[in-house]
């Protein structure tokens, strides 16, 4: 089992950058894929980005192309949303989850969740 735990969000200014951790307990983190999703009010959960259990292979969100980046570092039981250039839209709380099989984009194939993060990007 994996306990997440999100931090990093906060109010930037479009065109920022900002850094978001989740930080996992568990001694079997290294064999879960990990995902960020984000949800904004009123609108539905949605993938923003994921990577393998090695870290080797990612895949993102249309949306985020170019200028988020997801990575892990398995020894510190984190994962890590990288996200430049931001935008207004990209407002949202953004969840990290864990799951058992690598490259879903659906929220329901993902076994553990954090609490959220808000992320608010002023325009």
């Known amino acids: 089992q994996v306990q997440l735990v999100e931090s990093g969000g906060g109010l930037v200014q479009a065109g920022g950058s900002l850094r978001l951790s989740c930080a996992a307990s568990g001694r079997t983190f290294s064999s879960y894929a990990m995902a960020w999703f984000r949800q904004a009010p009123g609108k539905e959960r949605e993938f923003v980005q994921g990577i393998n259990a090695n870290g080797g292979s990612t895949y993102y969100a249309d949306s985020v192309k170019g200028r988020f980046s997801i990575s892990r570092d398995n020894a510190k039981n984190t994962v890590y949303l990288q996200m430049n250039s931001l935008k207004p839209e990209d407002t949202a709380v953004y969840y990290c989850?864990?799951?058992?099989?690598?490259?879903?984009?659906?929220?329901?194939?993902?076994?553990?969740w954090g609490q959220g993060t808000q992320v608010t990007v002023s325009s």
């Open positions: 989850a864990a799951g058992r099989t690598y490259g879903r984009t659906f929220a329901s194939n993902y076994d553990y």
